[in-house]
Protein backbone atom coordinates (compact mmCIF):
# COMPACT_ATOMS: atom_id res chain seq x y z
CA UNK A 1 0.00 0.00 0.00
CA UNK A 2 1.27 3.41 -0.97
CA UNK A 3 -0.29 6.38 1.15
CA UNK A 4 -0.13 9.67 -0.92
CA UNK A 5 -0.95 13.30 0.44
CA UNK A 6 -1.37 16.50 -1.47
CA UNK A 7 -0.68 19.60 0.00
CA UNK A 8 0.18 23.11 -0.84
CA UNK A 9 -3.39 24.29 -2.77
CA UNK A 10 -4.74 27.58 -1.77
CA UNK A 11 -6.54 30.94 -3.76
CA UNK A 12 -4.11 32.75 -5.90
CA UNK A 13 -4.42 35.54 -8.50
CA UNK A 14 -4.42 35.38 -11.83
CA UNK A 15 -0.40 35.44 -12.55
CA UNK A 16 0.47 34.00 -9.47
CA UNK A 17 2.35 30.63 -7.92
CA UNK A 18 1.89 28.10 -6.05
CA UNK A 19 3.84 24.76 -5.34
CA UNK A 20 2.01 22.06 -4.39
CA UNK A 21 3.64 19.04 -2.82
CA UNK A 22 2.77 15.24 -2.49
CA UNK A 23 3.96 13.25 0.19
CA UNK A 24 4.16 9.62 -0.16
CA UNK A 25 4.62 6.38 2.37
CA UNK A 26 4.63 3.14 2.17
CA UNK A 27 5.95 1.10 -0.63
CA UNK A 28 9.40 2.24 -2.32
CA UNK A 29 8.95 6.02 -3.68
CA UNK A 30 11.81 5.67 -5.45
CA UNK A 31 10.45 3.18 -7.74
CA UNK A 32 7.56 4.69 -8.92
CA UNK A 33 6.47 7.14 -11.58
CA UNK A 34 4.54 9.97 -10.41
CA UNK A 35 2.47 11.70 -11.92
CA UNK A 36 -0.03 14.95 -11.57
CA UNK A 37 -3.52 15.17 -12.43
CA UNK A 38 -6.36 17.71 -11.91
CA UNK A 39 -10.05 17.67 -12.61
CA UNK A 40 -12.03 20.90 -12.38
CA UNK A 41 -15.66 21.18 -11.94
CA UNK A 42 -17.98 19.30 -14.69
CA UNK A 43 -14.87 18.53 -16.57
CA UNK A 44 -12.71 15.18 -16.56
CA UNK A 45 -9.52 14.25 -14.34
CA UNK A 46 -6.79 15.46 -16.70
CA UNK A 47 -2.95 14.56 -16.66
CA UNK A 48 -0.95 17.95 -15.81
CA UNK A 49 2.26 16.66 -15.80
CA UNK A 50 4.35 12.91 -14.94
CA UNK A 51 8.28 12.00 -13.99
CA UNK A 52 9.68 8.48 -13.95
CA UNK A 53 11.41 7.06 -10.85
CA UNK A 54 14.93 8.63 -11.51
CA UNK A 55 13.34 11.75 -13.21
CA UNK A 56 15.38 10.63 -16.50
CA UNK A 57 12.02 11.43 -18.06
CA UNK A 58 9.17 14.57 -17.66
CA UNK A 59 5.99 14.72 -19.57
CA UNK A 60 3.89 17.88 -19.42
CA UNK A 61 0.06 18.44 -21.13
CA UNK A 62 0.49 21.38 -23.31
CA UNK A 63 -1.95 23.55 -21.55
CA UNK A 64 1.20 23.92 -18.74
CA UNK A 65 4.09 23.57 -20.82
CA UNK A 66 6.58 26.24 -20.34
CA UNK A 67 4.76 27.15 -16.81
CA UNK A 68 4.36 23.96 -14.46
CA UNK A 69 7.46 22.20 -13.97
CA UNK A 70 7.14 18.77 -12.03
CA UNK A 71 10.36 17.36 -9.73
CA UNK A 72 10.57 14.98 -6.81
CA UNK A 73 12.95 14.38 -3.87
CA UNK A 74 13.78 10.25 -3.56
CA UNK A 75 14.81 11.01 -0.13
CA UNK A 76 12.01 13.03 0.87
CA UNK A 77 9.50 10.56 -0.89
CA UNK A 78 8.06 14.28 -2.07
CA UNK A 79 7.13 14.67 -5.36
CA UNK A 80 5.98 18.57 -6.55
CA UNK A 81 4.75 20.77 -8.96
CA UNK A 82 5.71 24.36 -9.40
CA UNK A 83 3.07 25.84 -10.69
CA UNK A 84 3.47 29.71 -12.52
CA UNK A 85 1.95 32.31 -14.21
CA UNK A 86 -1.13 30.58 -13.19
CA UNK A 87 -4.45 31.27 -15.13
CA UNK A 88 -8.50 31.02 -14.37
CA UNK A 89 -8.26 28.13 -16.34
CA UNK A 90 -5.78 26.34 -13.78
CA UNK A 91 -8.46 26.44 -10.91
CA UNK A 92 -9.24 22.75 -10.14
CA UNK A 93 -8.43 19.96 -7.52
CA UNK A 94 -5.36 18.77 -8.17
CA UNK A 95 -4.19 14.74 -7.49
CA UNK A 96 -1.38 13.33 -7.43
CA UNK A 97 -0.77 9.87 -8.26
CA UNK A 98 1.83 6.59 -8.32
CA UNK A 99 2.25 4.14 -10.90
CA UNK A 100 4.88 1.48 -10.21
CA UNK A 101 4.62 -0.55 -13.89
CA UNK A 102 5.99 0.88 -15.97
CA UNK A 103 8.16 3.13 -14.02
CA UNK A 104 10.69 4.87 -16.62
CA UNK A 105 7.60 5.70 -18.25
CA UNK A 106 6.65 9.50 -17.28
CA UNK A 107 3.11 9.95 -19.07
CA UNK A 108 -0.20 8.55 -18.77
CA UNK A 109 -0.57 5.84 -21.09
CA UNK A 110 -0.40 3.52 -17.87
CA UNK A 111 -2.87 2.98 -14.97
CA UNK A 112 -1.57 4.69 -11.86
CA UNK A 113 -2.10 2.49 -8.81
CA UNK A 114 -2.07 4.85 -6.09
CA UNK A 115 -4.33 8.63 -6.01
CA UNK A 116 -4.34 11.42 -3.05
CA UNK A 117 -7.17 12.88 -1.63
CA UNK A 118 -6.76 15.91 -3.75
CA UNK A 119 -5.84 19.52 -3.30
CA UNK A 120 -7.53 22.58 -4.55
CA UNK A 121 -6.02 25.28 -6.77
CA UNK A 122 -8.59 28.03 -6.73
CA UNK A 123 -7.00 31.10 -9.40
CA UNK A 124 -9.34 34.55 -9.41
CA UNK A 125 -9.19 36.72 -12.40
Known amino acids: QVQLVESGGELVQAGGSLRLSCAAS????????MGWFRQAPGKEREFVAG????????LYADSVKGRFTISRDNAKNTVYLQMNSLKPEDTAVYYC??????????????????WGQGTQVTVSS
Open 51 to 58: ISRSADNI
Open 26 to 33: GRTFSSSA
Open 97 to 114: AARFSQSHYAGPRYEYDY
